[in-house]
């Protein structure tokens, strides 16, 4: 059996209460006429949109995600959410390390290494984003850095090994550029995450991010488990198409 296929959608700071919901329901309505997915599709929206968007999916399979949280499950960390509040209200994955949390915020593997252990322990699925920025990629580090940023899956325990992970392949530079990674360097990044990963841990899949649309997720479906998708999922209609074109 292959690994499980995720098409997770990962809003951003991007709409409101009533675009949030708009958003969900023609979704939905788009997931009932068509044919069947056999993938696992998911959003992720900011944390404070997350329980009216799980309102609106509860039963239906469809996966609710946060797009961060604190490795603590409760204390003064002000502004932080905590891994058991973010099970109280039913989030069924979390992003960790994105590129704008490592690049923007200054989070460290370190860190990152934190919050995904503690995602484990709280049964929330973690979907660690890995990926090399430009400078990187120009001065032939990629593999370098790839590998350092997965490196952190040795930490964890054994009791923990045969959790599901998903690990989202997002070069820096082709996030929210419009311009994708090419399906050669897609197809290298994620073998080489593949080879990584299973040197510690079994159950995983490996899923593509960066200016993803239709037209992406229709060529490389066949290279990874899924997509990671910020700006064409902002729309339901593209998000869909995506989802579809990702199910094989
Ligand atoms: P993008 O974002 O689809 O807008 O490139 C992807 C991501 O950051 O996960």
Request: net charge neutral; with cysteine.
């Amino acid at each position: 059996m292959g690994a499980e296929r995720y098409v997770l959608a990962n809003f951003k700071m991007n709409k409101n209460l009533f675009e949030v919901k708009k958003w969900a329901d023609e979704f939905l309505s788009l997931l009932y006429k068509g044919k069947k997915l056999s993938l696992k599709v998911g959003c992720a929206p900011t944390f404070i949109y997350i329980k009216a968007l799980k309102e609106i999916v509860i039963g239906t399979g469809f996966l609710v995600g946060a797009q961060n949280m604190h490795f603590e499950e409760k204390g003064a960390f002000t502004g932080e959410v905590s891994p058991t509040q973010l099970k109280d209200i039913g989030v069924d994955f979390v992003i960790i390390g994105h590129s704008e949390r490592r690049n923007i915020f200054g989070e460290s593997d370190e860190l990152i290494s934190k919050k995904l252990l503690s995602a484990l322990k709280h049964n929330i699925l973690p979907v660690l984003c890995v990926g090399e920025t430009k400078e990187e990629r120009e001065k032939g580090e990629t593999e370098k850095v790839l590998i350092k940023q997965i490196s952190i899956l040795s930490k964890i325990p054994d009791e923990l090994k045969n959790q599901k992970i998903v690990i989202a392949y997002e070069p820096v530079w082709a996030i929210g550029t419009g311009i994708p990674a090419t399906k050669d360097k897609i197809e290298k990044a994620v073998e080489l995450i593949r080879e990584e990963a299973s040197k510690f841990i079994k159950d995983f899949s490996v899923l593509y991010g960066g200016s993803i649309d239709e037209k992406v997720a229709e060529e490389i479906k066949d290279i990874c488990d899924g997509g990671l998708v910020g700006t064409a999922s902002l729309d339901p209609q593209k998000f869909y198409k995506i989802s579809q074109n990702f199910d094989v």
